[in-house]
């Protein structure tokens, strides 16, 4: 039998600072990577037109389109690939900032190369762990469906799009309907072993993911605040 060798997770790195462009492109080529590298929004679109990436490290502070802008757009058509934002603004509001735009994950330079390694393979694992589902496997509440097979979200058959940390999130919610998780539990079933290095990252999902299921985000009937204690998920919606 023919030794079948296992592809490689492909990533791509935009940054427009050569050295580290270099330097990260040999150091996770020795992790095992497929890694290309760009210097800007430009040859980042010509590249993702020839290649499907697993993943994007992504600078924010780039010469022309910044990062914030590029997660936006990237994120309105593809919502599978992890995007890791890098950045010298280490500040809370850019982190939630960079969060928002639908980043998986938010490390400030400068950083130890180890670190950031952790924060790939973890952002590849959640993509690669999602629960698996059986054939037909539908939830329905409301006006919507979730397909797990087909990894989508639609509204009334029209598609709603999620980032790959909305979807995994709604996952969990929707497979523990009435009962309370706290953040702690929700970040378990979300990272394992390895937790968001900010603590607000859940809040964060859960208000992006409202002003995309509910009607009145800040009267949310489906995924519902529970003071003190988490949030939880009710798919009567009410």
Same mark, same amino acid.
């Given at each position: ?10 990533? /791509? ?12 492109? !040999? #150091? ?17 679109? !010509? ?51 960079? /969060?928002?735009?639908? +980043?998986?994950? #938010? ?8 670190? /950031?390694?952790?924060?790939?393979? +973890?952002?590849?694992? !959640? ?59 929700? /970040? ?11 603590? !607000? ?20 009937? #489906? ?7 988490? #949030? ?7």
């Amino acid at each position: 039998m023919a030794n079948v060798t296992p592809m490689r997770p492909k990533i /791509l790195v935009v940054d427009d600072d050569l050295r580290l462009r270099d330097l990260l492109k !040999r #150091y996770l080529t020795e992790q095992g990577f497929a890694v290309d590298t760009v210097p800007d929004a430009t040859a980042m679109d !010509r590249s993702l037109a020839r290649t499907r990436y697993d993943l994007l490290v992504l600078d924010l502070m780039l010469p022309g389109e910044d990062g914030f802008a590029i997660c936006r757009r990237l994120r309105a058509h593809d919502a599978a690939i992890g995007i890791v934002m890098l950045t010298a603004r280490g500040e809370d509001v850019d982190r939630i900032a960079g /969060l928002e735009t639908g +980043a998986d994950d #938010y490390i400030a330079k400068p950083f130890n190369p180890r670190e /950031l390694l952790a924060r790939i393979r +973890a952002v590849l694992r !959640r993509a690669q762990n999602r629960p698996a589902a059986e054939p037909e496997t539908v939830t329905r509440f409301g006006q919507f469906e979730l397909d797990l097979n087909a990894h989508r979200l639609t509204r009334d058959g029209k598609a709603v799009p999620l980032t790959s940390g909305e979807f995994d999130l709604l996952v969990i919610l929707v497979a523990h309907p009435n009962k309370v998780l706290d953040r702690d539990r929700l /970040l378990d079933l979300l990272t394992g072993a390895e937790r968001s290095p900010f603590d !607000r990252s859940i809040d964060v999902r859960v208000t992006r993911l409202r002003g995309k299921i509910e009607q009145n985000p800040s009267e949310p009937v #489906y995924i519902k605040t529970i003071w003190g204690k988490g #949030y939880m998920f009710c798919p009567e919606g009410a």
